[in-house]
């Protein structure tokens, strides 16, 4: 699959699965790919094996942060093809015991900060009449998960968000594709802290019988960013080895 040519920007794409789509939107030809995070610990390496990566600050839940940096690689680069929304966090808990402060946490970074960050880049994807917009939702999001009420809302939100926006953005004939990918258990620094029990009835439940690696969403998410795609638009792609939990 090819990016020849094309700028990105990757929410989150400083380790875990964004910088998995770092990598692999670099290795398919990405003329420039932007990892946006709050922090790079160990990205130096990215950037020395892929001379297209470039990284900037960046935090989705903070709008004048998310229109700067959109606005930096504009100027920079002359436009900006494909945004992907993957900055995410979890603040598990059952109901009872979730605060306010772990639901407002999560909704911010999960969904308001996929809708900034989206509406950051349309201008400059209307003006080009182009486009590509992913969101990472999750397999939680359709089908919930016990103590994830927050995170099952922000998934299940993006979900709405991506069928809404690929029916908006495409007014007026504008060729923006807008879609999401939805993971099942990624092997990332976010699921180190799920417990290992939990971990392997996930696996039971999956009939490829493994859990993901972040190169597997990395995969996916190159075709939806390809021309591959072009007639690809107001999809959740599962892409969670047939679980069903
Ligand atoms: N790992 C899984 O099993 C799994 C499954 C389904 C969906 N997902 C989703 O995939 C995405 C990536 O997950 P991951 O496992 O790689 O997580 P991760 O925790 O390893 O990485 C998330 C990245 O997002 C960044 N981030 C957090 N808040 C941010 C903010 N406000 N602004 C900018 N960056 C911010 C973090 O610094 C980190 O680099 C998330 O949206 C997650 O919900 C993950």
Redesign the pocket.
């Given at each position: 699959m090819n990016l020849e040519g094309k700028v990105c920007l990757v929410?989150?794409?400083?380790?875990?699965?964004?910088?998995?789509i770092v990598e692999a939107y670099a290795a398919a030809g990405a003329r420039a790919v932007y990892a946006?995070?709050?922090?790079f610990d160990g990205f130096d390496e990215v950037e020395r094996q892929y001379p297209a990566v470039k990284r900037i600050d960046?935090?989705?839940?903070?709008r004048e942060?998310s229109e700067a940096a959109v606005s930096r690689i504009v100027t920079d680069e002359g436009g900006l093809d494909v945004l992907v929304?993957?900055?995410?966090?979890?603040r598990d808990g059952l109901v009872q015991k979730m605060s306010d402060d772990d639901w407002d946490a999560v909704i911010?970074?999960?969904l308001k900060?996929v809708f900034v960050m989206t509406r950051a880049v349309l201008p400059t994807m209307l003006d080009a009449n182009a486009g590509v917009v992913i969101s990472?939702?999750?397999?939680?999001?359709l089908d919930g998960n016990i103590g994830q009420s927050n995170?099952a809302a922000?998934?299940g939100g993006v979900v709405s968000m991506t069928r809404t926006w690929a029916k908006e953005f495409a007014r007026k004939g504008a060729q923006i594709r807008v879609n999401a990918?939805?993971?099942?258990?990624?092997?990332?620094?976010?699921?180190e802290t799920?417990p290992q029990k939990v971990l392997d009835l996930m696996v039971s439940k999956t009939p490829l019988g493994r859990?993901?690696e972040?190169a597997d969403?990395a995969n996916a998410a190159t075709f939806l960013a390809s021309d591959a795609a072009s007639f690809v638009t107001g999809q959740v792609l599962r892409v969670d080895g047939g679980l069903v939990f």
């Open positions: 929410t989150g794409g400083a380790r875990g699965i964004g910088r998995a946006g995070d709050l922090a960046l935090n989705v839940t903070n942060s929304n993957n900055a995410g966090i979890t911010n970074v999960n900060g990472m939702s999750s397999v939680v999001g995170y922000t998934k990918i939805a993971p099942g258990f990624i092997r990332t620094p976010m699921t799920v859990m993901g972040a969403i």
